[in-house]
């Protein structure tokens, strides 16, 4: 019996642990922090070992497969002992992708990830296809081909998830875009994070697809410079190329090798040219899988908007408030601040991932009327926008953020939260955050 062992009992792990039990893997969970009680008890259950708050380092050095959480960086000595001993470290991706013959659909960029990939799920589901949804995003893969058997799996993947895949490949790829994101993991190097992105298409053939977001010049360079067999696909306002998708007089323009499919998007309920992208890279996807075109526009007129993404929470006193919480980089900050349609209190700040706010200026001078930086250390934002800003002032708390966001807007004024930062220094998460937000809010 082949042993496995998983480090790390999230999501991804967990699921993992129950596909490779039921596979015939002798399994060992393995956590350096403490296990969620349900996880335990779900462990003890399904009669899988499991180990917290430590490393048994000599057992796993015997395993044959190990899985590790996306979550766990390459410098972790643990890591480092099992690659040096020869040990293949597979991501859940990959391990999942060799036990089902679904057709796989994969997404991942900096921003836009996460709606282009409900997009692309809602289109499918709406088609009556069967089909499953997972990766970073809801329930794990690995758990659904052990529980499910969908024809179809549409998967939002981090560059985390794809740093340790080795053959896994997608039918049809889909890179939103690459920006500077996550360079703390990729040693300041953002050479290495574009790799890594990459890896989606380096195993695919001349029968699959690779759609990508041409209007991103660095990935459009980066795409060429590639070796990958896929059939490339481009998408984005510029896009004359065919095969592509463009957007010409308010239309969706998407060019297959046999057909040309017009979407006209007046009455979308996706406002912002990023949101027009995500549609593009998912109509496309549903063009190549023979979607029709009217019940592709159907799904996108009721697709409905993703909590913490420019998420509109009320408006109050005439002043409209925005929780954006999801922008946790400097390029989803710049959709959210290019689509305010007036003057801005910017709630910024969290931990810093390498950040560049350049870009930010020229908007932020237009359209930011104050700052509140929401943050442990805010050294950085203020440096970077005083020049700009006249007013910054530095909170350590939600409610304290809104309250003071409150008494400087203005009637028809806006207040946005785009942290452009991670949340791990005053919440759980970006959901944390974002809910923190709307409670402030709602208790104004």
Same mark, same amino acid.
């Given at each position: ?345 910017? #709630? ?7 950040? &560049? ?7 932020? $001078? *237009?359209? !930011? /009327? ?10 950085? #934002? ?7 800003? &006249? ?7 939600? $409610? *304290?953020? !809104? /309250? ?28 944390? $955050? ?11």
């Amino acid at each position: 019996m082949k042993k496995m062992v998983i480090l790390g009992a999230g999501e991804s792990g967990k699921g993992t642990a129950i596909l490779a039990q039921q596979k015939g893997y002798d399994v060992l969970v393995s956590d350096a922090a403490s296990i969620a009680p349900e996880i335990k008890s779900l462990f003890d259950q399904k009669g899988i070992r499991w180990e917290e708050k430590t490393h048994s380092t000599a057992e796993i050095l015997q395993a044959d497969l190990v899985m590790k959480s996306p979550g766990i960086p390459a410098h972790v000595e643990i890591v480092k002992s099992i690659r040096a001993a020869g040990i293949v470290i597979q991501s859940e991706i990959e391990f999942a992708s060799k036990f089902t013959p679904a057709t796989i659909i994969g997404i991942t960029g900096s921003n836009g990830k996460t709606t282009t990939t409900l997009l692309i799920y809602h289109i499918l589901e709406k088609a009556g296809l069967n089909v499953g949804l997972a990766g970073n995003i809801g329930t794990s893969f690995a758990q659904q081909v052990a529980q499910h058997d969908f024809d179809y799996y549409v998967l939002e993947i981090s560059s985390f998830q794809l740093d340790d895949i080795h053959s896994f490949a997608p039918s049809i790829g889909v890179i939103t875009n690459i920006t500077p994101d996550h360079l703390d993991r990729y040693n300041y190097d953002f050479s290495q994070y574009v790799a890594s992105k990459l890896r989606l298409t380096m195993n695919q053939t001349e029968d699959q697809f690779l759609l990508f977001n041409a209007d991103d010049a660095q990935l459009k360079l980066a795409i060429e410079q590639t070796n990958s067999a896929a059939k490339k696909f481009p998408f984005g306002m510029t896009v004359v190329t065919q095969p592509g998708a463009t957007f010409q007089d308010e239309t969706i323009k998407i060019n297959t090798t046999n057909t040309t499919t017009m979407i006209n998007t007046t009455q979308f309920p996706l406002q912002g040219r990023h949101n027009l992208l995500n549609a593009m890279a998912a109509a496309s996807v549903a063009s190549l899988l023979d979607i029709s075109k009217d019940s592709i526009r159907n799904s996108l007129l009721s697709f409905t908007a993703v909590e913490h993404r420019l998420e509109r929470v009320l408006k109050i006193q005439n002043r409209t408030y925005i929780n954006d919480s999801k922008a946790t980089n400097v390029n989803a900050t710049f959709y959210a601040l290019e689509s305010m349609e007036g003057q801005t209190v910017w #709630i910024v700040g969290g931990v810093d991932k390498g950040n &560049d706010y350049s870009s930010l200026l020229p908007l932020v $001078r *237009e359209k !930011v /009327k104050a700052i509140i930086c929401l943050g442990v250390d805010n050294d950085k #934002i203020i440096e970077s926008f005083s020049p700009v800003v &006249d007013l910054l002032v530095e909170t350590q708390s939600m $409610r *304290e953020a !809104v /309250k003071m966001a409150h008494q400087l807007a203005d009637k028809r004024e806006y207040v946005l939260l785009s942290p452009a930062c991670a949340s791990f220094d005053l919440f759980k998460n970006y959901e944390d $955050r974002g809910n923190q937000f709307k409670e402030a809010v709602r208790g104004l």
